[in-house]
């Protein structure tokens, strides 16, 4: 059993639905600064899969990335007392939100960050609009979350559908690869991913082929290929992630697909799942990702303190947790309570600066707005260094990586 598999098992073996992590990473007497915080304390709750297969994009990980955040807050707060709590939700819906419920009843946890699956944190979001508790979301693909179903408090800070979608989109229609097949997992987040691209295609003047759906965890992927290969399509597009497109991918090469003139897609890819399937088969994938450890000296320092306590490099998820942390902290110690009302809106009129995100703002519909970038997966012959396995092909302003709030659904929006 390696580093990473020992601490799952430490997870697992928990209570089955959580893992609480006391974090007090302060001294115990709090400054008058922090006399309004709720029992004393600032605290977090990072909620995501730990043992399944969305856990290496996020699970621990961002557990880490969490802490990081604290260390760098407490060295400008060093008497402000945070205490940090994670669990596995096991990508069930019913779990995280009797996780999140007792959170946020009992527990008095002020904010939670993750999810990492997007029908967990619709319902995280059903209990955070129910008792006005701020959450910052991570690895969540759907739209919903700041569309129809959007909440006061619900942050959206690394990507949705919509994000990832549009550029390969634009870009490859523009190259004559018009027609798509996508596979894609059945669940919220996929579901939800093949509508985005069928409306985004629709835009660029593309056709869909056909769309099939497989379920979460599912091992063998040849039904779904041979579908995608007897369409004829240009295009095959993985709306999935973590082992589903880590299997499905090595399995496609094994077919031989690519060979056959069909471009694969990655729609949603992050570093780990290139490092799980190797850069042999990776090589070529294009996606597009909100962060990349190696973009500059900034993001290469996080890396490399993250990679000490961690043993790898951060995947996108992670760097996000960091900053939605951080931002949140920062935000309640400048307004000296953990009031939500009033730390959220602190949180609204304070730029985001850190190397998650460069200048980056909250939203009406709650989406922390930032740039992206379309990355293709380098070949293995030009990998340098250890997990820099992305070519970063163009970066995406984010005035064209988002859905422009006239066209969003979310009734927060202010209405022309």
Same mark, same amino acid.
């Given at each position: 059993m390696d580093h990473h598999d020992s601490r799952r098992a430490t997870t697992r073996a928990a209570t089955g639905l959580a893992?609480?992590?006391?974090?007090?990473?302060?001294?115990?007497?709090?400054?008058?600064?922090?006399a309004e915080m709720s029992d004393g304390a600032l605290k977090i709750g990072i909620i995501n899969d730990q043992s399944g297969p969305l856990s290496d994009l996020a699970g621990l990980g961002s557990v880490v990335a969490a802490e990081l955040a604290i260390e760098d807050f407490a060295k400008l707060h060093p008497d402000v007392k945070v205490e940090l709590l994670a669990a596995d939700h096991q990508n069930k819906a019913d779990i995280g939100a009797q996780i999140v419920r007792r959170w946020f009843d009992v527990d008095g946890v002020d904010m939670v960050a993750d999810a990492s699956n997007s029908a967990v944190a619709l319902a995280v979001q059903a209990l955070a609009r129910e008792a006005n508790k701020i959450v910052g979301y991570a690895a969540v693909g759907t739209t919903e979350i700041n569309g129809a179903q959007c909440a006061p408090t619900g942050l959206s800070w690394l990507h949705d559908n919509y994000n990832l979608v549009s550029g390969p989109v634009r870009e490859l229609v523009g190259e004559g690869l018009d027609n798509w097949f996508f596979i894609a997992?059945?669940?919220?987040?996929?579901?939800?991913?093949?509508?985005?691209?069928?409306? &985004?295609? =629709?835009? %660029? *003047?593309?056709?869909?082929?056909? +769309?099939?759906?497989?379920?979460?965890?599912?091992?063998?992927? $040849? @039904?779904?290929?041979?579908?995608?290969q007897a369409s004829g399509a240009?295009?095959? &597009?993985? =709306?999935? %992630? *973590?082992?589903?497109?880590?299997? +499905?991918?090595?399995?496609?090469?094994?077919?031989?697909?690519? $060979? @056959?003139?069909q471009t694969a897609v990655a729609e949603l890819m992050f570093l780990t799942d290139v490092h799980s399937m190797g850069l042999e088969t990776a090589?070529?994938?294009?996606?597009?990702?909100?962060?990349?450890?190696?973009?500059?000296?900034?993001?290469?320092?996080?890396?490399?303190?993250?990679?000490?306590?961690?043993?790898?490099?951060?995947?996108?998820?992670?760097?996000?947790?960091?900053?939605?942390?951080?931002?949140?902290?920062?935000?309640?110690?400048?307004?000296?309570?953990?009031?939500?009302?009033?730390?959220?809106?602190?949180?609204?009129?304070?730029?985001?600066?850190?190397?998650?995100?460069?200048?980056?703002?909250?939203r009406a519909d709650g989406k922390l707005v930032h740039d992206f970038y379309l990355v293709r997966a380098k070949k293995p012959a030009d990998l340098e260094k250890p997990w820099a396995y992305y070519d970063v092909v163009k970066t995406i302003p984010a005035a064209e990586a988002y859905l422009p709030l006239s066209e969003s659904l979310c009734p927060l929006v202010p209405k022309s």
């Open positions: 893992l609480v992590l006391s974090a007090v990473l302060s001294a115990v007497t709090a400054p008058p600064a922090a997992a059945d669940y919220a987040f996929g579901h939800n991913m093949v509508a985005e691209s069928d409306a &985004a295609l =629709a835009k %660029a *003047g593309g056709t869909k082929a056909g +769309a099939i759906f497989h379920p979460l965890g599912v091992s063998d992927y $040849a @039904a779904f290929l041979l579908q995608a240009d295009v095959v &597009a993985f =709306a999935n %992630a *973590g082992e589903q497109l880590v299997t +499905a991918m090595k399995q496609w090469n094994e077919f031989g697909m690519g $060979a @056959a003139g090589q070529g994938l294009t996606t597009v990702t909100a962060w990349y450890w190696d973009l500059d000296d900034e993001t290469r320092a996080f890396a490399e303190r993250f990679a000490a306590k961690h043993g790898r490099a951060p995947t996108a998820p992670q760097a996000s947790v960091y900053s939605a942390v951080l931002h949140y902290l920062t935000s309640a110690a400048a307004v000296g309570t953990d009031d939500t009302d009033t730390v959220l809106a602190k949180m609204i009129e304070t730029p985001v600066n850190d190397m998650f995100a460069r200048n980056a703002s909250i």
